[in-house]
């Protein structure tokens, strides 16, 4: 992690201001790495800039530069990573606005939820609710502490999210592991099953399954070749 110094800090914070709207992004994304000990001013400092942000469309003749960033996403998980005591109602309000701030404020959420463990009720519900059309809820999902007014709502949208595939789904996964043992029956299927889901997602589901410590010896006996198959023996060794 980069040490700021309080001159960094206000160069960065006067570039929120700044018209374009690739400058705002780099400053958010640095304020987002420095804002120990000045959370809350920082918060504060990013969302009035979410607020009024306007980005111009993009120009399908240009290329876009290698260093490009999205300003939304920026703001969003630098909000997320400082997790200061007005950034879960602030990332709530931009996910609940929608649009393009959907995926950014949902990444937010998911940063939150990696540094406080936990997320309240209303965030939680609005995860749940964006989980219908968005796997990267399913960041949030999974890394915040799952309380039992929510287990079986997150297992519900985790089997459904399953028959979508997409590059997000292990986060299903890991979220579905988090709902408790009602999950075991689906986990052991995700364990077993080699031709829906790879290698990463069988893996995930494994972990989960040791995580709850029940429906282990069910996935053993379902991914165990039968003794006189030569032919996929050699497997059990293989990823």
């Not at 950014?104 to 209303?122: E, N």
Request: hydrophobic share 45%; net charge neutral; charged share 25%.
């Amino acid at each position: 992690t980069p040490n700021y110094d309080a001159a960094s800090i206000d160069a960065l914070t006067q570039r929120l201001s700044d018209d374009d709207a690739q400058v705002v992004g780099w400053a958010a994304y640095g304020l987002g790495y420095a804002c120990k000990g000045r959370e809350d001013a920082t918060v504060k400092a990013l969302a009035a800039r979410a607020a009024g942000l306007v980005v111009g469309p993009k120009k399908e003749s240009v290329a876009e530069p290698r260093d490009a960033i999205d300003p939304r996403l920026a703001l969003a998980r630098a909000m997320g990573r400082c997790a200061s005591a007005q950034s879960e109602d602030v990332l709530v309000g931009l996910a609940q606005r929608g649009g393009e701030w959907t995926v950014p404020a949902l990444t937010g959420l998911g940063d939150l939820a990696v540094r406080r463990k936990s997320l309240g009720p209303i965030a939680m519900t609005t995860l749940l609710d964006a989980s219908k059309q968005s796997e990267i809820a399913f960041y949030g999902l999974s890394r915040a502490e799952v309380t039992e007014a929510f287990k079986s709502r997150v297992a519900d949208a985790a089997r459904e999210a399953l028959n979508r595939p997409s590059d997000a789904r292990v986060l299903v996964i890991r979220a579905l592991g988090r709902s408790g043992k009602d999950a075991v029956p689906d986990l052991v299927k995700v364990v077993g099953d080699g031709k829906t889901y790879n290698v990463g997602e069988r893996a995930e589901a494994a972990r989960a399954l040791g995580t709850i410590g029940d429906g282990v010896s069910d996935a053993l006996l379902a991914i165990t070749p039968d003794a006189k198959d030569a032919v996929a023996i050699p497997r059990v060794v293989g990823s």
